[in-house]
Nanobody
Framework: QVQLVESGGGLVQPGGSLILSCTGSGFILAHYSIAWFRQAPGKEREWVSC????????YYADSMKGRFTISGDGQKNAVLLQMSSLKPEDTAVYYCAVGGHLMCSIDSANPGAYNSWGQGTQVTVSP
């Protein structure tokens, strides 16, 4: 059974950092592209980043470039999202997802391209 579990969220001050983890079970994350999305209250789910399988290329939404870094941790069967210079507008529930594709593509920002999601982890950026 494919399962994704996010962790690492919490409350952080503006300018601070967090590392989110997406841990998989029932399959090997490194064999697939993994994406992070986020959803703030009252807003649509927003694509954050994608990493290709087997150490493939990484992609970021424009507002996250230079602040967020996505990477794989094969030993833990996990994908990490390192977030720095956090802003109040980064406050959201963060989700990881897998869609069965090896590489990220132009469709990677579409939530409909993914068939397995984690339960999400809350990130709150506030003084």
């Amino acid at each position: 059974q494919v399962q994704l579990v996010e962790s690492g969220g919490g409350l952080v001050q503006p300018g601070g950092s967090l590392i989110l983890s997406c841990t998989g079970s029932g399959f090997i994350l490194a064999h697939y592209s993994i994406a992070w999305f986020r959803q703030a209250p009252g807003k649509e789910r927003e694509w954050v980043s994608c990493v290709g399988g087997s150490g493939g290329p990484t992609y970021y939404a424009d507002s996250m470039k230079g602040r967020f870094t996505i990477s794989g941790d094969g030993q833990k069967n996990a994908v990490l999202l390192q977030m720095s210079s956090l802003k109040p507008e980064d406050t959201a529930v963060y989700y990881c997802a897998v869609g069965g594709h090896l590489m990220c593509s132009i469709d990677s920002a579409n939530p409909g391209a993914y068939n397995s999601w984690g339960q999400g982890t809350q990130v709150t950026v506030s003084p």
